[in-house]
């Protein structure tokens, strides 16, 4: 069955950075439309990063130029490399996966999530 784990978050001082790693199973990575997703207390989930079965990226405004969404199919790991972290980039970050691409941000259109991992910039 499906399987995302995520992992690589902590606290960071504002300006540094950050790789989440989410490992993937039970599913062909270059099949699946794979995202990024983050959640801060009180607000909705948002999507930060995404990338196609080709590999394509797309970012929300927020977070382009200085997040880097990738895939690394040797390991099964979807990442996102996170530079000149902000306080507001704090929240809980989750990794999702769906065959069909028919939102790349939208968190309604993605099956499998995992169960996220913290990420806090003070």
């Known amino acids: 069955h499906v399987q995302l784990v995520e992992s690589g978050g902590g606290s960071v001082q504002a300006g540094g950075s950050l790789r989440l790693s989410c490992a993937a199973s039970g599913f062909p990575l270059n099949r699946y439309f794979l995202a990024w997703f983050r959640q801060a207390p009180g607000k909705e989930r948002e999507g930060v990063a995404a990338i196609d079965r080709a590999g394509a990226p797309t970012y929300t405004y927020a977070v382009a130029g200085r997040f880097t969404i990738a895939k690394g199919q040797a390991k099964h790991t979807l990442y996102l490399q996170m530079y000149s972290l902000k306080p507001e980039d704090t929240a809980m970050y989750y990794c999702?996966?769906?065959?069909?691409?028919?939102?790349?941000?939208?968190?309604?259109?993605?099956?499998?999530w995992g169960q996220g991992t913290q990420v806090t910039v003070s």
């Open positions: 999702a996966a769906d065959p069909r691409g028919l939102g790349l941000l939208s968190p309604g259109y993605y099956k499998y």
